[in-house]
Structure formats: C-alpha cells, structure tokens
C-alpha cells in the first residue's frame, strides 16, 4: 500500500514568494497532521484535521500560514509570503482514528519537504 | 515543564552494547504510548507501542511506568543500524488522535 505522499520534496524559492506544500494521506486514514521540525525547535504540530475538518490549528504560526483539506485524499500548507525563518523540513501524518476519545492510534509520516527560504 | 521530555544525548556507545532511553511525560491522564525512530534527514517511523505490561520486539524492550509517568527503550546487541534518533511519544492533552512528540534522543553506534 502507499504510504503519506508529500510533495515537493525541496523547494527553494525567495522570501515573500508563496509556497504551497501538498500531501496525499494514507487512504481510509481520517486524521491527517501537519508538522514542522527545525533543530532548534524539534517537530512541532501546525494543525490537524479530522474528516476533511480542521480541529486544531493552534500551532500554526502566523496568519501567513493557512491549510485546507478539500477531500479525504488531499491537503494544502501555504506560507504567504515566506520568510527566511519558515525554513524548516514540513512532514505531513495520517492515521486511523483512535480507540475511545483518547486515541490510541500510530501515524504515519511522508517523507517531507526540505524548503528553504532564501 | 515540557509535556515529553527526552535526554537529547548523544549516547555513543560500541557495537554489542545494551543502552537504554527514558523519557518523562507530565500527563498524567496519557493513555496511548509510542516510540518512534528518526534517521538523519528522514521522517519519523513507529518502531513500536508501548503496553501497560512491558513488550519486547525482537532486540527491542519498552516499558512504561504509570505511576512515576516515565518510559523506557531498552536496545540489547547493538548494531550500527541501529544509530539514529529515537523520539519518545504520547498522546496529546484532549481527545482525538493528537500526539505529542519529545525531542529525541540521538543513539551512535561505534564499530
């Protein structure tokens, strides 16, 4: 089975351009992350959503950043504009939903996009 | 206080060795348990859950403490492969499937 597939895999682009990062999640999967990791920082959570709805975006940065997920097999990050400080490895997760209200389910991650801002 | 907090190490150890990870989680009310593995410049991958008893995976041990709210990766017979970061997770504060990730642990494997 295919795993998460993100896309692109680098992106290097200039500060002020808009970025738009993609992500296909495991199919059937309904809960979908997305992530960011820096070396200061480790891997922090931006926003996730259950069925196609945001539930959680309080880890999303500034208004430059925004996500959608139009369908269960498609969602968007998009920095507008980027900013030198934006450069980080983004991972997109999915995963099943859990067992009770707490959750107990693994995710899977893609394998990310390097983007740097220059 | 961080939710997960994990010695970040490195922990330089030669092939053969057995080593072992804690990691501290300040939720009391956690239920689901994880560790993962990070290879440099790749995304995360479960290694294995974490069960109330203790569960072994091969070379693998995991052990979790409820009452003192830590957790524990047990590696015996070190490989090189086995070097990587080794990242310690819980489930989030509220329900849902959120996870909250600690920082990792770097593991280095020595011939």
């Known amino acids: 089975d295919a795993g998460v597939i993100q896309s692109p895999r680098h992106e290097v682009t200039e500060m002020g351009q808009e970025v738009t990062l993609r992500c296909k999640p495991i199919?059937?999967?309904?809960?979908l992350f997305w992530y960011r990791q820096t070396m200061m920082r480790g891997l922090e959570l931006l926003i996730y959503?259950?069925?196609?709805?945001?539930?959680?975006d309080s880890g999303m940065p500034e208004d430059r950043f925004s996500a959608k997920m139009p369908n269960a097999s498609f969602s968007t990050l998009k920095i507008q504009p980027s900013e030198p400080r934006d450069s980080a490895v983004y991972f997109c997760a999915s995963s099943l939903s859990g067992r009770g209200a707490w959750g107990n389910q693994p995710q899977h991650f893609g394998d990310g996009t390097r983007l740097s801002i220059l | 206080r961080k939710e997960v907090e994990q010695d970040p190490g490195p922990f330089n150890v030669p092939e053969g060795a057995t080593v072992a990870f804690n990691c501290t989680y300040s939720n009391s009310a956690s239920q689901s348990f994880f560790w993962y593995r990070q290879d440099c410049r790749k995304e995360p991958k479960l290694l294995m859950s974490v069960y109330s008893s203790g569960n072994e995976d091969g070379r693998f041990t995991a052990q979790l403490n409820r009452a003192s709210q830590y957790i524990s990766l047990l590696i015996r017979d070190s490989k090189l492969s086995d070097s990587a970061t080794y990242l310690c997770?819980?489930?989030?504060?509220?329900?849902?499937?959120?996870?909250?990730f600690g920082g990792g642990t770097r593991l280095m494997v020595k011939p």
């Open positions: 959503f259950n069925n196609n709805v945001p539930i959680d």
């Open positions: 199919s059937g999967h309904d809960y």
């Open positions: 997770v819980v489930n989030g504060i509220g329900a849902g499937n959120m996870l909250t």
